[in-house]
């Protein structure tokens, strides 16, 4: 089975062409190149938790030390850690853009 990033395990819609793009936003998550490959993701899609302004739980969430105690608790976040092992990137912040 492929690994999935986060708008396909939650099923947010957030991404480019995505049901909820218009609506609520394309996710920083799904355009972040500087993420791409990390923990075997497209884009930031399996390191969202180190990427500001991902929409969890309905509300936009902040930068990765302010969600980071949410974030570990999160089924996502734990099966990408399960599923990756000892090569688990949970610290792996992509640079901030000019605009953060």
């Given amino acids: 089975m492929p690994k999935k990033n986060c708008w396909e395990f939650q099923k947010c819609g957030r991404q480019p062409g995505g049901d909820q793009a218009d609506e609520l936003g394309i996710c920083p998550a799904s355009i972040e190149e500087a993420a791409d490959g990390l923990n075997d993701g497209h884009m930031g899609g399996r390191c969202c938790w180190v990427i500001a302004g991902t929409l969890c739980g309905g509300e936009p969430q902040g930068s990765y030390a302010s969600k980071l105690s949410t974030c570990v608790s999160c089924e996502f976040y734990?099966?990408?850690?399960?599923?990756?092992?000892?090569?688990?990137?949970?610290?792996?912040?992509?640079?901030?853009r000019a605009n953060e």
């Fill in 78 to 96: 734990q099966l990408v850690h399960q599923e990756e092992g000892v090569s688990f990137e949970a610290e792996a912040s992509p640079p901030q």
